[in-house]
């Protein structure tokens, strides 16, 4: 109760943080099905949650995914997650770069780190193309 009350955990997290004090299998598989029957914990509000908060924070789709599967999450609660996040990934992406780098790239090896970064963000082969080929000030974007 204590872990859910600071913030969302997925009933993986939980049962890693339950099996790490020691208890048993049973106890917590128990412990956790009464949470869910409660409402109190629930992987889709989680996921919706968590990608929320990683968008917020500039990173993109796949990274966001890779990141709920780790805790967990899959099939149709990813993309539920997804569907709650609200937010244009290829807006998203111009504005993570343009945070990074304070201009577009000039060079092939700039192009090149900048859209390394990109990737590592999370973002898609479309998302960064818009990123390195748009800034704030074009129109048409």
């Known amino acids: 109760m204590a872990a859910l009350a600071r913030r969302e955990h997925s009933r993986r997290e939980l049962e890693r943080k339950l099996g790490a004090r020691g208890l048993d299998g049973a106890v917590i598989e128990a412990a956790?099905?009464?949470?869910?029957?409660?409402?109190?914990?629930?992987?889709?509000?989680?996921?919706?949650?968590?990608?929320?908060?990683?968008?917020?924070?500039?990173?993109?789709?796949?990274?966001?995914v890779a990141e709920l599967r780790e805790r967990g999450i899959d099939g149709a609660a990813l993309a539920v997650a997804l569907d709650a996040v609200e937010v244009d990934f290829r807006t998203l992406a111009r504005e993570v770069r343009e945070r990074k780098f304070s201009h577009p790239p000039q060079s092939l090896p700039e192009r090149a780190r900048q859209t390394r970064f990109l990737e590592y963000r999370g973002f898609e082969a479309d998302h960064i193309r818009h990123a390195l080929e748009h800034t704030t000030d074009d129109e048409d974007f």
């Open 32 to 64: 956790l099905n009464d949470l869910a029957g409660r409402g109190l914990q629930d992987d889709g509000r989680f996921a919706a949650s968590y990608a929320r908060s990683r968008a917020a924070r500039g990173f993109g789709p796949r990274r966001i």
